[in-house]
């Protein structure tokens, strides 16, 4: 029945655009068409219930921090709060991410879509943008939640309040950067591989400042540019972890998050680029 | 009944029995485990702090405060099972040794979290100085702009009489933008007077006034009430020096001092003892013209 439902959308949904006739701006549109049928596939996979586990994980956090932080609760639900964020985030974007090409070839609604005039690009970069909606909506809620958790535990007005939106904006970001990552594995590989392919990204993301300094211990020449390399060519997270700046209270400057910004954009342009590449010589038969 | 329903029927009973034998088995198996002195075993912790740095992979902060509830969870019950008196700043008794590894981990996790500094600061140079003066000092570095934790520091030296060295950090701390102006009034009174009681009342209201673990304000709390009691004592001690120079004897019971009372402004009980300042009665020796505080009643520390 679902896959019938998503058949349906899918096919409603280019027939649509097709319909527009917007000439240059077509493109866009269906790839927005594609987008939102993407985010409406989350919500009916019920990917948004994760939102009641937060909240769940929040409330009982505020609750009973208190007694056992030794009058940190603050700090804890921020830390809580955004690493929940992160992880939940992560969670969908590993595993929907690589889900999201890979369920409409297996339920052969790849077909329907391609039988429009639907370029294999427009289709990734719709997917990964509906995806990237999705995270969207869960980190706005997540961040409000957090906002709400920290009025309940300070009595009224916190600072930290407008400290951890930047923050958040930086997860937002990494999340966009994982997503990208899963759907480029995913446009080549399985579902499982992808998602171990991606969590190990995540991983190494966070460990690129030690790739640097491997690289510098390294004796021989070879093995140091190797190191180097690899330390500029990975995605570099670390640079997205502002949550425990932020239960400090520290805002990064706007130097950093513009550059920050910067950098995820150029480096999910690149990412998409060669998923776009990848599965446009893909063969579906 | 049909063979299938019996079958469902005979399962879920050998699911509710079975598991209801397994926690009798459990409880049994309890019951025969010789008992273990909690104080006597530790767990170690699998993870030294580089590593556990190293892979929190962002969520650092979070496993910092997960370290510090540890170190909160692990002395509150080592505390929990001692039998007897213990104070936060004098915990030689509980064999805390993984609580420096503890606080080394979450520190290194999120150097910019103060209170395990603090905490170290306070309950560390009881057990082990140096342990204590070199995690506040890895404090001091990694935040500094955090005059707290100067004054924390400070503390550790002045607990071990070596004034010149807290002067000096007073100071350090007093350097710092943001820093309270009796910092540096500190600096001078280390130096002038590092051993009296004014010092000391100084250092534990300061620490009361600024310290956001409770634990700590309460033991800041009990040193206060510790000085105001010796105040108390010394001007006992007058009034029943001046009763024995005009009397020639000491008193039998509080109640002949009744009188001298008022002018100290020390609160009586019914009896016409004097009360600590915990609300304890005070104990008069009799024949000895000597004052104590009542080891079974008061909440105020004896030594």
Redesign the interface.
């Known amino acids: 029945m679902n896959a019938q439902l998503r058949t349906l959308d899918t096919a409603e949904a280019t027939t649509h655009y097709e319909k527009s006739k917007l000439g240059g701006s077509g493109s866009l549109w269906r790839m927005s068409a594609i987008a939102r049928n993407a985010f409406r596939e989350a919500v009916r996979d019920r990917v948004l219930y994760n939102l009641v586990l937060f909240v769940l994980l929040l409330t009982a956090a505020s609750i009973f921090i208190g007694e056992l932080s030794g009058g940190q609760e603050r700090k804890v639900i921020v830390d809580l709060g955004l690493s929940a964020m992160l992880l939940f985030g992560m969670f969908i974007a590993i595993f929907v991410g690589v889900g999201l090409v890979y369920k409409e070839i297996e339920r052969r609604t790849i077909y329907a879509v391609f039988s429009k005039p639907v370029g294999r690009g427009e289709f990734l970069i719709g997917k990964y943008l509906g995806l990237c909606l999705t995270l969207l909506v869960n980190v706005l809620v997540m961040g409000v939640g957090v906002s709400v958790a920290l009025l309940y535990v300070s009595g009224g007005w916190d600072p930290l309040i407008p400290t951890i939106w930047p923050a958040v904006l930086l997860i937002y970001l990494e999340l966009m950067l994982l997503t990208a990552v899963a759907l480029l594995f995913s446009s080549f590989s399985s579902p499982a591989l992808s998602a171990l392919l991606t969590f190990l990204t995540f991983v190494i993301g966070h460990f690129s400042a030690d790739l640097k300094i491997l690289a510098v211990s390294m004796g021989s020449t070879g093995a140091r540019w190797f190191f180097t390399g690899l330390y500029y060519l990975l995605p570099n997270l670390a640079n997205y972890s502002f949550i425990t700046p932020a239960a400090h209270g520290r805002t990064p400057a706007a130097g950093f998050v513009l550059a920050t910004t910067l950098y995820a954009l150029v480096y999910i342009a690149v990412i998409l680029a060669a998923a776009t590449l990848i599965f446009s010589r893909r063969n579906f038969k | 009944m049909n063979e299938e329903r019996l079958k469902s029927i005979t399962l879920g009973l050998v699911v509710v029995v079975g598991l209801a034998g397994a926690a009798l088995m459990v409880r049994s198996i309890d019951a025969l485990r010789p008992p273990v002195d909690p104080n006597a075993i530790d767990e170690s912790l699998y993870l030294n702090e580089k590593t556990a740095r ?1 892979i929190s ?6 496993a ?2 997960w370290y ?2 540890r170190s ?2 692990y002395v509150g019950k080592k505390i929990g099972n001692y039998e007897g008196d213990i104070r936060l700043d004098d915990l030689t008794n509980l064999n805390l040794k993984l609580l420096v590894p503890l606080l080394e981990t979450a520190t290194t996790l ?1 150097p ?2 103060i ?1 395990p500094y603090e ?1 170290a600061a306070v309950v560390l140079q009881a057990i082990d100085v140096q342990q204590a003066i070199r995690l506040t000092e890895k404090g001091v570095n990694a935040n500094p702009n955090a005059w707290r934790l100067c004054h924390h520091l400070g503390y550790i030296y002045w607990r071990q009489g070596q004034y010149q060295l807290a002067s000096e950090t007073y100071g350090r701390g007093a350097q710092i933008p943001g820093a309270p102006a009796w910092m540096e009034a500190m600096k001078a009174k280390l130096l002038s007077e590092g051993g009296s009681r004014s010092t000391a009342r100084e250092i534990y209201t300061r620490m009361y006034e600024q310290s ?4 700590v304000r309460e033991m800041a709390r009990m040193h206060l009430l510790q000085l105001d009691s010796l105040d108390q004592r010394d001007g006992l001690r007058k009034l029943l020096g001046a009763y024995q120079a005009r009397t020639g004897k000491c008193p039998e019971s509080w109640r002949e001092l009744e009188q001298a009372f008022r002018t100290l402004r020390i609160p009586l009980d019914q009896s016409g003892a004097p009360l600590d300042p915990s609300g304890a009665p005070y104990v008069l020796k009799a024949g000895a013209c000597e004052v104590e505080l009542d080891p079974k009643l008061t909440k105020i520390p004896l030594k």
Do not use: P, T, V
């Open positions: 190293r992979l962002g969520f650092n902060g979070l910092a405060d510090w509830m909160l969870q999120d910019e979290f209170e905490y956001s673990d409770e634990q």
